[in-house]
């Protein structure tokens, strides 16, 4: 089980009670969080791919080569997004083996385009890591699980 692994500033502790979560909350949770981490890494692989191929397009068949500092500058992003996607793969990884996150009970506040905003935690347009939970829209004032895992919060709903 995972405990409070201290108090993050953005989170008010008079307001939001930590939560010890059930075996089943856990493993939806950190199932979840390493899928959102592979699909971040397949989709940087599927943008690099594409923009490998155009660029092999252009310069075999059109014998175009653009030197120019906007289109350098979007190649490197599109280079780097990757190693980013796998540093985050690997922190995930690393994150859920420790334990490193926390699970807090709170209310929805209310709800704007962005997402919701939950009693007690200054971030917000928090969103459902769990398709099934974010099914329905939630009111004011409904019960959430608040999962913290480093800068990032997640919402989960009751069982």
Known sequence: MSETQGNPSN???????????????????????????????????????????????????????????????????VLIFPIYAIYNLFATFSRVKKGQFSFYSSEIFAKNDKGYIVKGISTTGLSFIDKADAGAEKAPGAPVIVVNMKDEFDLLGWD
């Open 11 to 77: 989170i008010d502790l008079s307001i939001v009670k930590p939560y010890t979560p059930t075996e089943a909350q856990v493993k939806r949770y950190t199932s979840r969080k390493i899928a959102s981490a592979w699909t971040l890494f397949g989709g940087s692989l599927a943008v690099l791919a594409i923009v490998i191929v155009c660029i092999i397009l252009f310069v075999s068949i059109f014998h175009v080569i653009v030197y120019s500092a906007k289109i350098i500058f979007g190649l490197l992003i």
